[in-house]
């Protein structure tokens, strides 16, 4: 067996969306100004966001297991070590809940709207048979990564409301990013999977549609945010309209990368705007 490269191993641990999920976390620590939060929060975020991604792939190898689902190298790896996964899994479970109990009562019910994508996207999954684009299944994952992410930090700002939270269009353009990232990666999969010429050029040309859209958006509100007090917003922003143009750019140059060099550069996209991010921070 070849030896797996040192950059493929965050992907095969998913250990990367756990890295992504606290990286923007700190992210919407500084748009929304939050100074205070109990300091094991972004530890249960990341620890949450890893518990779902082993569970999630562990459920998509048992599929792969018996014909259909999907059959990817990341897969592969849970299968072949099913058993330690599972442990850590449990143990990880029990690591959540011992965190998620000195946390603020807010979160207990602020989680529930977290939950219930979450919720829809395993039900549905257990019944997906894997194969192709699930667009359905990439807004569901999308929004609730979103939501987990911010959650946390949103219950100790100034609007606090969860109504706020989920008409957030911080949160709605992290959403939108995190959906297209995962298209992006279904997309590229499915392309290697067919001949049929007609329907790679549909994925292309949907998924270069989508990210221009994400990023006239997020450029649209980086230009209103003009004022000093919006600032960080305007950074934010910028970030995310760079990480639509960083997936565009992987788009066009997908033919040159090998399926999991691709996954991995998807999540390279996701924290590559970042130090623009915080170059552009306000001295405040």
């Known amino acids: 067996m070849a030896r797996r490269p040192i950059w493929l191993w965050p992907n095969l641990l998913s250990l990367d969306a756990a890295l992504v999920a606290f990286a923007w976390f700190m992210v919407f620590k500084k748009v929304w100004l939050v100074r205070y939060h109990q300091p094991t929060l972004p530890w249960l975020l990341a620890l949450v966001v890893w518990c779902i991604y082993v569970a999630d792939r562990l459920m998509d190898e048992r599929m792969a297991e018996m014909g259909s689902g999907r059959d990817t190298a990341r897969h592969k790896f849970h299968r072949k070590f099913r058993m330690p996964f599972s442990i850590a899994l449990l143990v990880g479970v029990l690591g959540s809940m011992s965190l998620l109990i000195v946390q603020a009562r807010g979160l207990w019910t ?37 939501l987990g992410t911010a959650v946390g930090v ?28 995962m298209t992006a990666i279904d997309h590229w999969e499915a392309s290697r999977e067919t001949n049929d010429h007609e329907q790679k050029e549909i994925y292309e040309k949907v998924l270069t549609i989508l990210l221009v859209l994400l990023g006239g958006f997020a450029l649209l509100m980086a230009v209103k945010a003009e004022e000093h007090s919006l600032l960080i917003r305007k950074a934010f922003f910028y970030a995310i309209m760079v990480g639509a143009g960083l997936h565009w750019g992987i788009n066009q140059l997908r033919n040159r990368f090998s399926l999991d060099a691709l996954r991995v550069l998807a999540d390279v996209a996701m924290l590559l705007p970042l130090p623009l991010f915080y170059w552009m921070l306000p001295d405040i």
């Open 110 to 146: 602020h989680g529930i709207f977290v939950l219930i994508p979450v919720g829809v996207y395993f039900s549905i999954s257990f019944f997906d048979a894997g194969r192709g684009v699930s667009y359905w299944k990439n807004i569901l994952a999308g929004f609730s990564f979103a």
């Open 154 to 181: 949103h219950l100790h700002s100034q609007e606090s409301h969860i109504l706020h939270l989920l008409l957030s269009p911080e949160v709605l353009a992290f959403a939108a990013l995190c959906t297209l990232n």
